[in-house]
């Protein structure tokens, strides 16, 4: 019987490293991500302009201008359909997060956000819409 049980755990925390759940960093870097999406559905810059880094906040200066920039350079974002979370990745000591959103039109787009740590918490320090390869028919 306490062969069958170590098996058990054994088996267990197999699934778990194969499974691999998200750290505490990755929850909240997606949080942040998503609590940002949402605040622009509903129209509230002001929510959202508080997820972005001091360095952006000092670009725009205010959330109407923040809004404005987000819906006419990224639409996407502004009206996101399907969100889902892919890789995260460190690049020369920063933290970017790569994120797919299917607009309204059922466009796919690719972008890569990147993620500072502040005393607040995560923070969107910028956003990069990637090129997606052209996939033949």
């Known amino acids: 019987m ?3 049980a170590r098996m058990m755990v054994a088996l267990v925390l197999a699934l778990m490293l194969i499974t691999n759940p998200a750290t505490a960093q990755d929850r909240g870097i997606e949080a ?3 609590q940002q999406l949402e605040a622009f ?3 509230d810059f002001g929510a959202a302009f508080g997820f ?4 952006i906040k000092n670009i725009f ?3 109407e201008n923040f809004g404005a920039m987000v819906k006419q350079g990224y639409p996407m ?8 979370f892919l890789e ?3 690049i020369a000591g920063n933290i970017w997060q790569k994120v797919q959103i299917v607009d309204g039109g059922g466009r796919v787009h690719i972008l890569d956000y990147q993620m500072i740590q502040t005393p607040e918490g995560w923070q969107i320090n910028g956003v990069q819409l990637l090129e997606q390869p052209d996939v033949a028919a």
């Open 52 to 55: 972005a880094s001091p360095t």
């Open 41 to 43: 559905k509903a129209d």
């Open 77 to 84: 974002v502004w009206r996101p359909g399907e969100v889902t």
């Open 88 to 90: 995260q990745r460190e």
């Open 32 to 34: 942040t991500i998503s």
């Open 2 to 4: 306490q062969a069958l």
């Open 61 to 63: 200066r205010t959330p």
